[in-house]
């Protein structure tokens, strides 16, 4: 399986902060890799997939880039409505698999 | 818009079988690049993929669950399925049905359903 990490586990910010969230994978991915943001008590949502293209209707503040094995989620100007837990996907190969996640809170 | 709602009982004793039904609407679940996967998540922690169903009939199971999974389709009912047997209480959790869009060689979950939590307990 290909085993993905994320970094920071956690971080604090405050509204209007850039925030950027890795993710690597333990083997090349080549841009098989999704960004997903969680809400307590909801599902997750799809926020940009194949490591940069963003999903219709996801604000432009939201960017992803990176390949191989290194991705970043990166939050220009982030909202209120960002504060949330992030996860990473690759779809390289079965089982797919998630990261462990970064939670996203007010500082 | 594709809308999933998942179903079935939300208690079940251990070694039984759990069953749980993902019903589509919105749209037909034979139309467009589409595998249908259930994921699932203890509470509090990450989210695991236990495998997904083509309209075809085929499918791919996680390798730690795959010899307790069985993921079906039903195209009649705009439906499909999962069933794992021999449950535990490490298998409680909120169990999600999602649609995974194939582009360009990546798969991507685009559509999930509300979630549904499933409790293993006498």
């Not at chain 2, 010899?67 to 999962?82: C, E, G, H, P, Y």
């Not at chain 2, 959790?93 to 293993?120: I, K, M, N, P, R």
Request: aromatic share 12%; glycine share 8%.
């Amino acid at each position: 399986d290909i085993q993905m990490t994320q970094s920071p586990s956690s971080l604090s910010a405050s509204v209007g902060d850039r925030v950027t969230i890795t993710c690597r994978a333990s083997q090349s991915i080549s841009i098989y890799l999704n960004w997903y943001q969680q809400k307590p008590g909801k599902a997750p949502k799809l926020l940009i997939y194949s490591a940069s293209n963003l999903q219709s209707g996801v604000p432009s503040r939201l960017s992803g880039s990176g390949s191989g094995t290194d991705f970043t989620l990166t939050i220009s100007s982030l909202q209120p409505e960002d504060f949330a837990t992030y996860y990473c996907q690759q779809s390289y190969s079965t089982p797919q698999t998630f990261g462990p996640g970064t939670k996203v809170d007010i500082k | 818009q594709v809308q999933l709602q998942e179903s079935g009982p939300g208690l079940v004793k251990p070694s039984q079988t759990l069953s749980l039904t993902c019903t589509v609407s919105g749209g037909s679940i034979t139309s467009g690049n589409y595998y249908w996967s259930w994921i699932r998540q203890p509470a509090g922690k990450g989210l695991e993929w236990i495998g997904r169903i083509y309209t075809s009939g085929s499918t791919n199971y996680n390798p730690s669950l795959k010899s307790r999974v069985t993921i079906s389709v039903d195209t009649s009912k705009n439906q499909f399925s999962l069933k794992l047997s021999s449950v535990t209480a490490a298998d409680t959790a909120v169990y999600y049905c999602a649609s995974a869009t194939h582009y360009y060689g990546s798969y991507y979950f685009d559509y999930w359903g509300q979630g549904t939590l499933v409790t293993v307990s006498s």
